[in-house]
């Protein structure tokens, strides 16, 4: 993804923040694992707390959506960093595998503290 076309992905994700109608967030089972994306690089995308964005190859696990708006808390994991996001604005993140994920409220860390 280059960098002209990962801006405008975040910018879409963003607008769309701002316009989209508060969606009842997926309940988070204490016995499932957490929906992960793992991708080559972590970058922010706002001041922390904030967006993070994830690309270079990313692959869904744990029942991570692959496409459109991800609900509840996930992580983004690369080699060197961990991010744990949660729900803000009714939604927690926004996928387009395997391009790249944006989490829209992350914290340094993959667990909920």
């Known amino acids: 993804m280059t960098v002209d076309r990962r801006n405008a992905f975040i910018a879409v994700v ?24 793992v991708c080559g690089k972590l970058f922010s995308a706002g ?5 993070i964005a994830g690309d270079y190859g990313c692959r869904a696990l744990n029942g991570a959506p692959t496409h459109g708006y991800v609900f509840g808390p996930f992580r983004i994991e690369s080699a060197e960093h961990a991010v744990y996001c949660v729900d803000f ?25």
């Open 47 to 51: 001041p922390p707390p904030g967006p």
């Open 89 to 113: 604005h009714g939604w927690s993140g926004y996928a387009e595998m395997p391009e790249a994920v944006v989490g829209d409220l992350c914290r340094p860390g993959s667990e909920q503290p």
């Open 14 to 37: 963003g607008t769309l923040a701002g316009t989209l109608a508060t969606a009842p967030a997926a309940e988070a089972h204490a016995h499932a694992p957490l929906p992960t994306y």
